[in-house]
């Protein structure tokens, strides 16, 4: 099953707006981190907000982290056409352990009209 | 710092056949993972490299393997090709801390395989 869970699916805004994107997960994590796709090419890596961290920044970023209600958002600020594309979160479930690996939702399609 | 390395970028092969992709990452980076995107099932894990011992393996059939080498660098293969097989195979690395366990993981453009 899918630990991380985008929400919205899709989202259509115009350019200097700002777009929010929130996931869910299910279970205790490390670290959560936030990526972006562009169409059928390699994820971008964004950002990486740690479990015991509340709130990150880079740049047009700004990441939260809520561990009790298991749930981040990624806002982007002052949009560009150019950050057009998908996002997604993942999920690190293991703390240190031998057995890394993310988890990922289904991303948001985020389109920034010109 | 050169990023992660995928070749080759795209690949179409016939069902039944093999294909194997190759990795390689940070330079630095001991731990790789493989992933699998398809439309459908988006991205899944298909397991994790550290050290030439793979550490965790997901939920594919027994026609998916990997390994890694000493320099780190990494392939992964799939024997006996299928229809549904057909995805973007994504590898990532990163760093992995004693204090603190794996970093950002880095991905590369990705290996887009296309089986008829």
């Known amino acids: 099953s899918q630990q991380g869970e985008e929400d919205p699916q899709a989202l259509s805004i115009q350019e200097g707006e700002n777009a929010t994107m929130n996931c869910s997960y299910k279970?205790?994590?490390?670290?959560l981190q936030w990526y972006r796709q562009n169409s059928g090419r390699g994820l971008v890596h964004l950002i990486l907000?740690?479990?015991?961290?509340r709130e990150k920044h880079s740049g047009r970023l700004r990441v939260t982290l809520d561990t009790s209600k298991k749930s981040s958002s990624l806002l982007i600020t002052a949009s560009r056409a150019a950050d057009t594309a998908s996002y997604f979160c993942?999920?690190?479930?293991?703390?240190?352990?031998?057995?890394?690996?993310?988890?990922f939702g289904k991303g948001t399609l985020l389109t920034v009209n010109p | 710092k050169a990023g992660v390395t995928q070749t080759p970028r795209y690949l179409i092969k016939t069902r039944g056949q093999q294909v194997t992709l190759s990795c390689s990452p940070i330079?630095?980076?001991?731990?790789v993972s493989w992933y699998q995107q398809t439309p459908g099932q988006g991205l899944q894990f298909l397991f994790e490299?550290?050290?030439?011992?793979?550490?965790n393996k997901g939920n594919f059939p027994g026609r998916f393997s990997g390994r890694q080498f000493s320099n780190s660098r990494s392939e992964m293969n799939v024997s006996t090709l299928e229809l549904g097989d057909s995805a973007l195979y994504l590898c990532?690395?990163?760093?992995?801390?004693?204090?603190?366990?794996?970093?950002?993981?880095?991905f590369g453009q990705g290996t887009r395989l296309t089986v008829v």
């Open positions: 990532a690395s990163s760093l992995w801390i004693i204090s603190g366990g794996n970093t950002e993981a880095f």
């Open positions: 907000i740690r479990s015991n961290e």
């Open positions: 279970t205790s994590i490390n670290n």
């Open positions: 490299y550290f050290s030439e011992t793979q550490r």
């Open positions: 330079s630095g980076h001991r731990s």
């Open positions: 993942a999920t690190d479930a293991n703390s240190g352990g031998s057995n890394y690996k993310l988890t």
